[in-house]
């Protein structure tokens, strides 16, 4: 054993200039390689913590499954049905908070010249909170009406006393009563009440089915009414269901709302539209340019690292071609071939070694610089 380690020390002597060359680049190439993985682990988990905190504090995603009659023939989809939204709100609930509206479109006809419309709007309590504030009864034993919608039920109740014709194109059958209360379709009595809109709000975003932009929806021409209503619904004419979602704290996990938008679109056959706000895409698109980027500088480490390699192969494969003389002098006097190789085999081993320890010894002083260097390069804010 004494013998072989004084042969090693002998040969890599001999050859200690292209050694310590070859020690060199190694060295470089593992700290290039050290530093390039920590950046991008680094770049990985910053962004990751970035995305929690920005879907925690602002993500909201509003979704759409809006089904029109584009033909007869045409088999139509339901939209996203009430059970559809208790599933979701049950498997989401540690995660997610999902507020539910069905917006259904309603016509009456009062006689060939005479065309009344509006929108009726069934939703849950925290979607109308968040557009009226606190202005629903806790019971939800009434109606809220814009001004238009009231007018309209109203010329109802007055066509109803002087024993006029009523024809409901589409949707439901608004009816007042005697004592003022509101039917519809049977479904119990509710007091109609108008709309205060007191926090001023005069319109409501919803999707469209043929734009990305939100189309407005004026407060006056809408009726709102309890989600539970939605259960009652018999018509004919889809309408278009709505659901928000937002992430519930900085904890949850980022990809919850994409795994609920899959679960939607392999239930349903509808269009689809959802957006989320334009600080979080922004966010989004810098990432993903960002980490191109870092991709790359890892790509290219990698290179580097293989390029070295590939030399030292190539630097083994040479030794051994000018060594062949000496290799056949050797096994004249008793070695053999396969002591020869091991005694190779431990030169370049050795210079890996050397170099690759000096690598990672340096990488230990440079990669917080490089880190800084690469993370100042990189906007994390928006």
């Not at 498997?91 to 009456?108: F, N, Q």
């Not at 007042?176 to 119990?188: A, L, R, Y």
């Not at 390029?307 to 190539?314: K, L, P």
């Amino acid at each position: 054993m004494g013998y072989f380690i004084e042969r090693v020390k002998k040969q890599l002597q001999y050859h200690k200039k292209l050694y310590f060359v070859f020690v060199l680049e190694i060295a470089i190439g593992v700290l290039i390689f050290i530093s390039c993985i920590n950046v991008f682990i680094g770049w990985i988990e910053k962004t990751e913590e970035l995305k929690s905190e920005r879907v925690g504090k602002e993500m909201t995603v509003s979704y759409s499954n809006t089904i029109m009659n584009q033909g007869a023939d045409e088999e139509l989809e339901e939209a996203i049905t009430y059970s559809d939204y208790k599933k979701l709100k049950k498997k989401y609930k540690k995660d997610l908070e999902i507020t539910y509206a069905y917006e259904d479109r309603i016509s009456y006809a009062f006689d060939s010249e005479n065309l009344f419309c509006f929108s009726c709007f069934m939703m849950d309590k925290p979607m109308y909170f968040e557009i009226f504030g606190s202005q629903m009864d806790s019971n939800n034993n009434f109606i809220y009406m814009g001004e238009n919608t009231y007018s309209i039920v109203e010329k109802i109740a007055e066509r109803k006393k002087q024993g006029k014709e009523l024809i409901v194109m589409e949707g439901e059958y608004f009816e007042i009563n005697e004592d003022g209360t509101v039917s519809i379709d049977g479904f119990g009595r509710f007091v109609p009440k108008r709309i205060e809109n007191k926090k001023g709000v005069e319109k409501i975003k919803h999707p469209s089915e043929y734009a990305t932009e939100y189309d407005d929806y004026k407060v006056a021409d809408c009726a709102f009414l309890p989600l539970e209503y939605l259960k009652k619904v018999k018509s004919d004419i889809r309408g278009c269901a709505m659901l928000k979602i937002k992430y519930k704290n900085n904890n949850s996990e980022v990809n919850k709302v994409p795994a609920l938008l899959i679960d939607l679109t392999k239930a349903h056959k509808g269009i689809y539209i959802y957006t989320v706000p334009k600080k979080y895409m922004n966010l989004e698109e810098r990432i993903n340019n960002a980490s191109f980027r870092i991709e790359k500088y890892f790509y290219a480490s990698v290179c580097i690292l293989l390029i070295v390699m590939a030399g030292m192969i190539g630097v083994m494969t040479l030794l051994l071609h000018q060594r062949r003389h000496s290799i056949a002098i050797g096994i004249s006097y008793g070695s053999t071939i396969k002591r020869m190789f091991w005694e190779l085999f431990a030169e370049i081993l050795t210079v890996f070694e050397t170099g690759g320890g000096i690598g990672l010894l340096a990488s230990v002083f440079v990669i917080p610089f490089i880190e800084d260097m690469a993370m100042e390069k990189i906007p994390f804010t928006l």
